[in-house]
């Protein structure tokens, strides 16, 4: 078996900067890194992990903390596979791994003392593996939890919900600033009976893009008008019934921005049940730009948040805190309209400064 020793002969570094490169690669420059990670994979080396456990307190790996219950909605991420992604790539480029803390609140889950009903010995458990630190998705249950964790101390980063702590931030897009943009765009366009499909209440994205759209109407100069505000949850089906309701009214709108693209694809097939022509009756904006939103006929006009970044931004920010560094601000990530068929204006990209109109 190849020891550190051998890998810092072959380098002309000493052992100790060889576990550095992999117990606090930040602390070593990028070619002296780079020396000994190549030689390292030449000779098949990888440190023990008991011993870097042993030796830092922690282990290289990092807790993702997500809901798994197939019988809750939030489970289904709109763009889990594109953040994991960024997530991995980032972490996996200073020597750590994503280890999930399933959050299912089944039989098996309590039993084992894990669910989130008991956040406290929740939070034992990470002590317990040694891990370096915790990624928070929002599956929009978890509120009381996600306090304890962000309050043990144990650098964590949450995405999509506010979290404050000693080591603890969080990492979201700039949801008001996407949902005005989309209503201007519907309001530049024509538009003055422009509704909303919302998210659901207590959830800080969906109360951002709500915000978002009330400052849109007021930016345009257009009342608000409280029968055009349908609460939905974020997927499909509250979009088609959101949208029935909508058309229920007696002065229906001639325009929608749904705080997601699932409830968009839903308010699209409600129109088209009702005998409505998108765009050329309706009006359809969504949030998200989900894989399948440029798929859908009409392709939707769409708010989009940058997937990727999420991911890269989460891990730099904790990367940060397991090396010491005291929590940073929240990250606030741009977004950006994209301009297709379902809003019926030509085909055209907004930058996150504002709509090109």
Same mark, same amino acid.
Request: with cysteine.
């Given at each position: 078996?190849?020891?550190?020793?051998?890998? =810092?002969?072959?380098?002309?570094?000493?052992?100790?900067?060889?576990?550095?490169?992999?117990?606090?690669?930040?602390?070593?420059?990028?070619? @002296?890194?780079?020396?000994?990670?190549?030689?390292?994979?030449?000779?098949?080396?990888?440190?023990?992990?008991?011993?870097?456990?042993?030796?830092?307190?922690?282990?290289?790996?990092?807790?993702?903390?997500?809901?798994?219950?197939?019988?809750?909605?939030?489970?289904?991420?709109?763009?889990?596979?594109?953040?994991?992604?960024?997530?991995?790539? =980032?972490?996996?480029?200073? #020597?750590?791994?994503?280890?999930?803390?399933?959050?299912?609140?089944?039989?098996?889950?309590? @039993?084992?003392?894990?669910?989130?009903?008991?956040?406290?010995?929740?939070?034992?458990?990470?002590?317990?593996?040694?891990?370096?630190?915790?990624?928070?998705?929002?599956?929009?249950?978890?509120?009381?939890?996600?306090?304890?964790?962000?309050?043990?101390?144990?650098?964590?980063?949450?995405?999509?919900?506010?979290?404050?702590?000693?080591?603890?931030?969080?990492?979201?897009?700039?949801?008001?600033?996407?949902?005005?943009?989309?209503?201007?765009?519907?309001?530049?366009?024509?538009?003055?009976?422009?509704?909303?499909?919302?998210?659901?209440?207590?959830?800080?994205?969906? @109360?951002?893009?709500?915000?978002?759209?009330?400052?849109?109407? +007021?930016?345009?100069?257009?009342?608000?008008?409280?029968?055009?505000?349908?609460? #939905?949850?974020?997927?499909?089906?509250?979009?088609?019934?959101?949208?029935?309701?909508?058309?229920?009214?007696?002065?229906?709108?001639?325009?929608?921005?749904?705080?997601?693209?699932?409830?968009?694809?839903?308010?699209?097939?409600?129109?088209? &049940? +009702?005998?409505?022509?998108?765009?050329?009756?309706? =009006?359809?904006?969504?949030?998200?730009?989900?894989?399948? &939103?440029?798929?859908?006929?009409?392709?939707?006009?769409?708010?989009?948040?940058?997937? &990727?970044?999420?991911?890269?931004?989460? +891990?730099?920010?904790?990367?940060?805190?397991?090396?010491?560094?005291? =929590?940073?601000?929240?990250?606030?990530?741009?977004?950006?309209?994209?301009?297709?068929?379902?809003?019926?204006?030509?085909?055209?990209?907004?930058?996150?400064?504002?709509?090109?109109?």
């Amino acid at each position: 078996m190849v020891t550190a020793r051998e890998v =810092a002969q072959l380098c002309g570094v000493s052992v100790a900067t060889v576990s550095r490169v992999f117990n606090r690669p930040a602390t070593v420059s990028a070619p @002296t890194r780079e020396r000994v990670e190549r030689v390292a994979r030449e000779l098949d080396f990888s440190p023990n992990e008991s011993a870097r456990a042993l030796s830092r307190q922690r282990s290289a790996m990092i807790g993702l903390v997500w809901d798994t219950d197939h019988r809750r909605a939030g489970w289904r991420h709109p763009f889990l596979q594109d953040l994991l992604l960024g997530l991995k790539s =980032a972490l996996s480029s200073h #020597g750590y791994h994503l280890l999930l803390l399933a959050t299912s609140d089944d039989a098996r889950n309590r @039993t084992a003392g894990v669910s989130l009903a008991d956040p406290i010995a929740y939070v034992g458990m990470t002590r317990r593996h040694h891990l370096a630190g915790l990624v928070l998705i929002d599956s929009g249950s978890d509120a009381e939890a996600f306090t304890a964790f962000a309050q043990s101390g144990l650098p964590c980063v949450a995405l999509d919900v506010a979290v404050s702590g000693p080591k603890a931030t969080y990492v979201t897009s700039d949801n008001a600033a996407g949902a005005s943009e989309a209503v201007r765009h519907l309001a530049a366009l024509g538009h003055e009976r422009i509704a909303t499909l919302t998210g659901p209440r207590g959830n800080a994205p969906a @109360t951002a893009r709500t915000e978002g759209y009330l400052r849109g109407l +007021a930016d345009a100069g257009l009342p608000v008008r409280d029968d055009y505000v349908v609460t #939905g949850d974020f997927y499909r089906g509250s979009g088609f019934v959101g949208m029935r309701r909508l058309l229920a009214r007696e002065n229906p709108p001639t325009a929608v921005f749904a705080a997601s693209d699932e409830m968009a694809i839903g308010a699209l097939l409600a129109a088209r &049940a +009702a005998g409505l022509r998108v765009p050329g009756d309706l =009006a359809i904006v969504g949030f998200d730009d989900i894989e399948v &939103a440029a798929l859908v006929d009409p392709a939707l006009t769409t708010v989009a948040q940058d997937k &990727a970044e999420f991911g890269t931004a989460a +891990a730099g920010a904790l990367l940060g805190m397991i090396e010491n560094a005291a =929590a940073p601000e929240p990250v606030l990530l741009p977004t950006r309209l994209i301009v297709r068929d379902s809003c019926g204006a030509p085909h055209r990209q907004a930058t996150a400064a504002g709509p090109l109109l």
